[in-house]
């Protein structure tokens, strides 16, 4: 296995780093601190090319692969896990096209998302249903030609400023997963609204909204795939998605390590620099082996999705780890900030609400 990079994979990821250091690490406290929706810095992103990375030449995207994306959003996720997340949840809310949509679905919706800067959202989750995927309560149900949807969405990244959403919904909750079906929804049709903003914890700068469909009255071409596919559509999302979530945790311990180093070095205590503490060189220590394991596992889980295997287990161990990891070196790098990491002032703070 060889684990080093394309010229082109290399080129991506200066380009992505310099975009971070640039456009979004001299920026991210304040949309953190505001909560407000970064528009500017997301449209110079779709200018560079850092947008919507998978989606196929065709329709007028770059065709890269998983694993480009996973190397685009570790960089983003380093300069602020909040303005990926924005990105992310376009690649996140094209995947039910990319895996079932009809080619005319495609070309449609994927394609707009290329022609001019937009974004869609992943309606999934609800008020009551969240991990538990099966137990969603949105309803759809057949009227001749169409399908009319009725239910509420909570946590909908991109929720009020997307332009279409995938959206799964349930010809009757008591079937479970068999009954879920999954459709592609435009913002603008009568009966859908975007409700409520979350005031986050963290990823302050991603726009997280419920979205509400009331009577919403969409024609039968809308379906993506098949009446009960819905389930496996959104199922195949996540397999081919977790991988992504790792990447933004590396990237986030990644920062927290950079960040922490950098400050060991320059502050002092009984007369050395902190860095010379062996308490303080084991947290470090600790940031660097999760920040490679992290890493690993997600080029792993990346290149198994792009060699077509969606088994879950390495892409749910990636989330999972690099997940936890990014809480405890996030947390470290406050304790080894002192005093500071519990101000706004550092970035500390600010990262480990982000993981
Ligand atoms: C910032 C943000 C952005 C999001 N973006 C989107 C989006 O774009 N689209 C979308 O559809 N959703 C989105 N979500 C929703 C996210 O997918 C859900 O929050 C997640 O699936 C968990 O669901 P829940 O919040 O209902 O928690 P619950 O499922 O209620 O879980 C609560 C707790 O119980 C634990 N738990 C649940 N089931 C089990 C079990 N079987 N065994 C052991 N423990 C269990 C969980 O781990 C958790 O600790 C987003 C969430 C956040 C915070």
Known sequence: MDLRLTEEQAALVQTAREFARKEITPRAAHFDETGEFPREILKKAWDTGLLNIEIPAEYGGLGGS??????????????????????????????????????EQKRKYLSRLTDAFSFCAYGCSEPDAGSDVAGMRTRVTRHGDDYVLNGQKRWITNGGVAGFYTVFATF???????????????????????????????????????????????????????????????????????????????????RAL??????????????????????????LAEMAISYEVTRLLTHKAAWQVDQGDLSAITSSYAKAYGADAAMRCTTDAVQIFGGYGYTKEYPAPRRSSAS
């Open 258 to 283: 950079e960040e922490s180093r950098a400050y060991a070095l320059e502050r002092k205590t009984f007369g050395v620099p902190i860095a010379q503490h062996q308490a303080v060189q084991f947290m």
């Open 172 to 254: 009757d909750p008591a079937l479970r997963h068999r009954g879920i079906a999954c459709f592609v929804v435009d913002a603008d049709t009568p009966g859908v609204k975007a409700g409520r903003k979350e005031n986050k914890m963290g990823q302050r700068a991603s726009n997280t909204t419920d979205v509400i469909f009331e009577d919403c009255k969409i024609p039968s071409s809308q379906l993506v795939g098949s009446e009960d596919g819905g389930f496996k559509i959104a199922m195949k999302t996540f397999d081919r998605s977790r991988p992504w979530i790792a990447a933004m945790a590396a990237g986030v311990i990644r």
């Open 66 to 103: 998983c694993f480009d994306n996973c190397l685009v959003q570790e960089e983003v996720s380093f300069g602020c896990s909040g303005v990926n997340t924005s990105m992310a949840a376009n690649s996140l809310a094209a995947t039910p096209l990319l895996v079932a949509g009809s080619d």
